[in-house]
């Protein structure tokens, strides 16, 4: 547990212990050889670790391939706003510098020359210790060499994002650098090509860019071994609900979820039985207790129905209402919709209503009806994913426990 | 002097009344007690807050590692009466500010808080004003008359609190005191006057000027009579009969609301508010080492359980006010209140064997820590088979002396406590009532800002639930200054605080964290609190709330 990331090497806001330790070894690599960079990422088969699980390698080279117009873009993503998530924000406050490096190393690859640390407005410790980080590397002579290599000056801004969970979207988080309210532009165009006042735009999470340093420094084949099973690397998992002991555990990529909740977890609170796993988040769907063995990895979450998203486990036990839980989350989304498309903005609000109606015994055979055909209906209908992931956590809570939706309905 | 005693050294009340009238009777009466007395010395052996052998250490929650009263730390460290499936169901409502207390404080943040043009909803366990707020009988303190000033009530309050209260905010309470009573005055509450209509003043136990106003020996209640018409008739949204039973936090731990226990239609309501006001007073209703109290029914200390779990801090733990001067009989009375202001207008306090032994004007504590040592050292009268009751000891309060010295005093200053006497069949003018310290009042409490604002965002708690401005003693008037300044302060600024976009999610995860707490110290699961009513009263909540529409049909409190 804690092998990479989370290591206690790789922790602290002190750059030279940083540099003395697992860091700099990695970007001064990258710097002699900056065209291998992408390659031994995509060797190393990292991926995105916001939830898309998308190879980061074919990101970047997109944004290698466009020239700059006049500059080059990268957005250091932290602005984690799922209920259940809180794995960049721990990296921020405590293991900035590994961020920054990755970040650093990214731009090299990508000949980016501006990049945006962009988090989370209420996690302001994060927001404290990533400016402190910063200002460390600025001086910093591998900080110049960079620049030199790059042949432009390259900016480090940290900014606070807007607080709403739909800025963490790629496109909203384009709009929020720029100034604007967050709302979700459609594509293309792609912000690889364009995005940040038009210019080619990168946008990675910050728990991908955290990997980046250790495989460069350690190579692919190292960060290939991590993983269990057939997967690569480790992963930050965010465990939290009724389990005796909460938090984040950095563990190979493919670890079994009953691992993760037995061993790490302390087992569940009070002894109750484990009824649900809302994995990656509110957004995606529900593992019931047969899927306890499921490996997490993209891959076989996916095969069970269900997708890792950001990692997060929100683990549920016997005797908590599944319509109450999935209520709560809706409630969320319809809390967060921008209100830019009217299927979004309309449909969560009524299904929110709907959901509230269901879970206090005020609702009918008529509306859990309109609910299940709204669920057929609305996914896809709007410019970015929240209308999707709230439609999927509800259409996954009725395919496991729809009994529970009939028992709540007036007679 | 002759003296009666039993052989076996005690004194019964007949003896003791004996004692008592004969050196009434003699020439010197009754001199003062001589005062060379170490009073740091006769609180650490006798004030009960003293007693090593009641104390322990808490093992869970933001104040782990501090002592507190074993009887504080078992109501703190129990299992919440909520599970996340009692929700299912369940009711939300939504409101901007939530007040959950319907005594002094709770009304008058409720009232400015509705004034600066929030939603409000008041909850109260039992009914709006039927609370501690209404025993108060000496007055409330304010530095009014000429040559008193801020300072000197700044000092008086700091020296009393033994100098280890919040220094900011006694300074916003002296500060306040003027305000307050023209506020009050506004409500339409009435004080006594003098020929001119000047406020009359009198000084407390422990105050260096004439500084307490007060309306006859009721103060307390005139003060809840305006306050809760105020509150009927504002647009406050009140809810009787229903005590909060946990409170609701937010995604990122703030205060969100309360979960309300409806008596009357048996089930769980949330409340989902933009900020919530705690004022549910102190905890005197679980007999702290089996004392008597003089507290309301209500106090068991539901707001300060509420709170700690939550997350926010608390002080003072183990320090407890001791009323010197409770009823010890007739035994059914145990614990009701005599007014300080018998001692403040000069009534002396004297022990089984008709002699003064302190200075009765001291702070309370000092008080309260010499009877008792009079009693543990066979100085007080013990119960007997004449007074049917074995368990009783006390002193005397001497009116019948004071009576004696201002004739038709009691009859006008203190019509209440006449009654009292005529309940008990004594007539106060010509016999002393026998009195015993009483648990009184909560000390210490949540840890507050100068606006009432706890630890934790979102969350106020005012009254006695909240601890700092009188450090580790009260003095008299202070509470009635208290609960109505910081009260109004807090409804002020809950409004100004609120989140404008609202929370994005309600839950109860914060009493996930209580339980793993406790499951990983080993400790026992099986206590449930708040208590919300005494152990005595054997109110059982889970048998008659329930989150669905099927009423069981009973309420053991409201009778419905």
């Known amino acids: ?411 | 002097m002759s003296q009666n005693r039993d052989l076996n050294g005690t004194i019964s009340y007949q003896q003791a009344l004996g004692n008592y009238h004969l050196q009434k009777q003699s020439l010197e009466g009754f001199p003062a007690a001589e005062l060379s007395m170490d009073e740091q010395q006769l609180l650490k052996d006798f004030h009960p807050d003293h007693r090593q052998e009641t104390m322990t250490t808490l093992q869970v929650g933001p104040n782990k590692g501090d002592r507190c009263h074993k009887q504080i730390a078992d109501v703190l460290q129990a299992d919440s009466r909520i599970d996340a499936a009692d929700l299912a169901g369940a009711r939300i409502q939504e409101t901007d500010v939530l007040v959950i207390g319907g005594g002094g404080a709770g009304c008058a943040a409720a009232l400015m808080a509705a004034e600066s043009g929030a939603r409000v909803i008041l909850t109260t366990k039992l009914k709006l004003g039927d609370s501690n707020t209404v025993m108060a009988e000496g007055g409330i303190q304010a530095s009014i008359e000429k040559g008193d000033t801020p300072q000197s009530h700044f000092n008086d309050t700091f020296k009393a609190g033994h100098k280890s209260a919040d220094k900011e905010l006694i300074k916003k309470l002296v500060m306040d005191g003027p305000e307050t009573i023209r506020w009050l005055i506004q409500q339409g509450m009435q004080f006594d006057l003098n020929e001119f209509g000047d406020l009359l003043t009198r000084k407390a136990g422990g105050t260096s000027a004439n500084r307490v106003v007060y309306f006859r020996d009721y103060t307390g209640l005139e003060m809840m009579r305006v306050l809760r018409e105020s509150v009927k008739n504002s647009d406050v949204d009140v809810w009787d009969y229903s005590p909060a039973v946990e409170l609701l936090s937010n995604e990122s731990g703030h205060c969100a609301g309360a979960i309300i226990s409806s008596l009357q239609d048996c089930r769980y309501v949330q409340i989902k508010a933009k900020t919530v006001i705690v004022a549910t007073g102190g905890i005197g209703r679980v007999h702290l080492n089996q004392f008597p109290t003089s507290n309301h029914f209500g106090a068991t200390g539901d707001g300060l359980v509420l709170a700690y779990r939550l997350g926010a801090r608390l002080r003072d733990l183990d320090s407890f006010q001791y009323h010197p001067t409770g009823v010890a009989y007739p035994q059914h009375l145990s614990g009701t209140l005599i007014t300080e202001g018998l001692r403040s207008s000069g009534a002396y306090i004297i022990n089984a064997l008709g002699e003064r032994f302190v200075n009765e004007l001291k702070p309370r504590d000092i008080v309260a820590a010499a009877i008792i040592r009079e009693c543990e050292e066979g100085r007080g009268v013990v119960g007997d088979s004449a007074s049917g009751s074995s368990d009783m000891r006390g002193v005397w309060l001497d009116t019948p002396g004071l009576e004696a010295r201002n004739p038709g005093i009691l009859k006008k200053r203190f019509p209440k406590l006449i009654q009292l006497g005529l309940k008990s069949k004594i007539d106060i003018t010509q016999t002393p009532m026998l009195i015993y310290p009483t648990l009184h009042y909560q000390n210490g409490g949540v840890v507050i800002d100068e606006n009432g604002r706890s630890g934790i965002e979102g969350l106020y708690c005012v009254g006695e639930v909240s601890g700092g401005i009188h450090g580790r003693n009260r003095l008299m008037g202070n509470a009635l200054l208290e609960i109505i300044s910081f009260g109004r302060k807090a409804g002020v600024s809950a409004v100004k605080d609120r989140k404008t976009r609202g929370h994005k999610q309600i839950t109860i995860d914060h009493i996930s964290n209580l339980r793993r707490e406790l499951m990983q110290k080993n400790m026992p699961m099986s206590g449930k609190s708040p208590l919300l009513f005494p152990q005595y009263a054997q109110y059982d909540a889970e048998k008659n709330t329930t989150a669905s529409n099927e009423s069981s049909g009973f309420c053991g409190v409201c009778d419905q």
């Open chain 1, 1 to 411: 547990m804690n092998n990479v990331l989370l290591h206690p090497d790789s922790l602290g806001t002190n750059l030279s212990e940083w540099l003395s330790g697992n860091g700099g070894t990695g970007l001064e690599k990258a710097l002699s050889d900056p065209a291998g960079i992408i390659s031994i990422i995509k060797e190393a088969d990292l991926r995105g670790l916001g939830g898309s699980g998308f190879p980061s390698s074919k990101k970047w080279q997109f944004v290698a391939e466009q020239s700059a117009n006049p500059d080059k873009y990268l957005i250091c993503n932290g602005n984690e706003d799922e209920p259940g998530t809180f794995k960049d924000a721990h990296l921020l406050t405590h293991a900035p510098h590994q961020v920054i490096e990755g970040a650093l190393i990214t731009a090299l690859a990508s000949q980016i020359n501006k990049i945006v640390f962009y988090i989370n407005p209420e996690q302001t410790t994060s927001l404290d210790n990533v400016r402190i980080a910063v200002e460390q590397w600025e001086t910093c002579s591998l900080f110049e060499q960079l620049q030199a290599q790059l042949e432009t000056p390259l900016s480090i801004r940290v900014m606070a994002s807007s607080g709403h969970y739909i800025g963490g979207e790629e496109t909203a988080a384009i709009e929020s650098v720029e100034g604007n309210f967050p709302f979700p532009r459609g594509k293309p165009p792609f912000p690889a090509v364009s995005g940040v006042h038009g210019c080619p735009t990168l946008i990675n999470n910050i728990e991908t860019l955290a990997n980046v340093p250790h495989i460069l420094k350690n190579g692919a084949q190292w960060f290939r071994e991590l993983g269990a099973g057939s997967s690569t690397g480790t992963k930050i998992y965010c465990l939290s609900g009724d389990v005796l002991k909460p938090g984040v555990y950095e563990l190979p990529m493919g670890t079994p979820l009953s691992e993760l909740i037995d061993t790490y977890g302390g087992g569940m609170l009070l002894d109750k039985k484990i009824k649900a796993v809302f994995t990656g988040g509110a957004s995606s769907s529900i593992l019931t207790p047969r899927d306890i063995d499921v490996p997490l990895n993209f891959e076989s979450v996916k095969e069970r129905g269900s997708s890792l998203g950001t990692g997060a486990m929100i683990v549920v036990s016997e005797g908590t209402g599944i319509v109450k839980r999935v209520t709560e989350y809706v409630n969320f989304y319809a809390h967060s919709s921008c209100g830019q498309c009217p299927p979004c903005k309309t449909g969560t609000f009524y299904i929110s209503q709907l959901l509230n109606k269901i879970d206090t015994g005020q609702a009918s055979e008529y509306d859990l009806e309109s609910l299940i055909n709204l669920c057929k209906i609305l996914p896809g209908s709007g410019r970015c994913h929240l209308l999707d992931g709230a439609m999927q956590v509800i259409d996954s809570s009725l395919t496991h426990f729809i009994d529970e939706y009939k028992s709540s309905l007036r007679p």
